[in-house]
């Protein structure tokens, strides 16, 4: 049963790093595509001006 614990927690463990990680690469590519819109409104607004 000790084995069991430890095998799941591990299992548990890296399955929480691997999730965090992920989060953490959607919220950069998030990011990214924010920049990228914000940058190209402002080069649409320099072209009306």
Do not use: H, W
């Not at 591990?10 to 940058?39: K, M, P, W, Y």
């Amino acid at each position: 049963m000790t084995r069991l614990t430890v095998a799941l927690t591990a299992l548990f463990i890296a399955l929480g790093v691997g999730a965090c990680n992920t989060v953490r690469g959607a919220g950069e590519d998030i990011e990214s595509g924010g920049r990228a819109i914000s940058d190209t409104a402002t080069e649409v607004q320099r072209d009306l001006d």
